[in-house]
């Protein structure tokens, strides 16, 4: 158990409404990533953290944005929720030495 | 580019029967890691195993057998006598770049089995 916790588990929201996803680890771990599932095509990496404040893109970051102002929270932001955007969302931390990725229980998100 | 093919959409077998579960890479880059991920149907992400590009040797853990080899970039997973609890989505991963923040998985597309009682 690497101690991630995600909230919400399941959100509905209505296109064009802001969304918050949160991502919240316990052991200091200085690495967490968000991905999307979506049928097709596997997990993609929207963002990911290499510290507090130290964020970078991934493959699919349009229409989000992230922050991480301490270490134990990483958030993901859809600033105009589209369509398009309904997925499961994971958020996932890699120990410090290793290069395994370990990952939260997912938020599945239905924008309406 | 890297990417991960996983070509097997869906594989339905019976329990006990041997299943093998085909992962083939794309890389340029001579040092990486590729993984597998098991999603039963609860949904969460479990981490099975890690192999780095300098370690060929195969591995087994109980019912479990992965077989890396460079030559065909494949990395291909084997369930021994399957039974009803393997049924899950079998993700293989892909990382590039060792070490330090760009550890950025990419996901194959994965491959649903289903074992029948």
């Known amino acids: 158990d690497a101690g991630i916790t995600q909230s919400p588990r399941h959100k509905v929201t209505e296109t064009g409404t802001p969304v918050t996803l949160r991502c919240h680890q316990t052991?200091?771990?200085?690495?967490m990533y968000w991905y999307r599932q979506d049928p097709g095509h596997g997990l993609r990496l929207i963002h990911y953290s290499y510290g507090v404040k130290d964020t970078d893109k991934g493959e699919v970051s349009d229409g989000y944005s992230v922050s991480r102002s301490k270490t134990e929270d990483f958030l993901l932001t859809l600033e105009s929720a589209t369509s398009s955007q309904t997925s499961v969302y994971f958020c996932?931390?890699?120990?410090?030495?290793?290069?395994?990725?370990?990952f939260g229980p997912g938020t599945r998100l239905t924008v309406t | 580019a890297q990417k991960v093919t996983q070509a097997q959409t869906e594989i339905s077998v019976v329990e006990k029967e041997d299943v093998t579960l085909d992962c083939v890479y794309e890389?340029?880059?001579?040092?990486?890691?590729l993984f597998w991920y098991k999603q039963p149907p609860s949904g969460e992400l479990v981490f099975l195993i890690r192999r780095n590009s300098f370690d060929e040797q195969n591995e087994i853990s109980g019912r479990y057998s992965w077989n890396f080899q460079k030559s065909t970039s494949s990395f291909n997973f084997t369930i021994t006598a399957s039974q009803v609890v393997d049924s899950a989505v079998y993700f293989c991963?892909?990382?590039?770049?060792?070490?330090?923040?760009?550890?950025?998985?990419?996901f194959g597309t994965g491959t649903l089995l289903a074992v029948q009682p």
């Open positions: 996932a931390i890699r120990l410090q030495g290793r290069d395994e990725q370990y």
């Open positions: 890389t340029r880059d001579t040092t990486y890691y």
């Open positions: 991963a892909l990382i590039e770049t060792y070490g330090g923040a760009t550890n950025k998985l990419i």
């Open positions: 052991e200091n771990h200085r690495y």
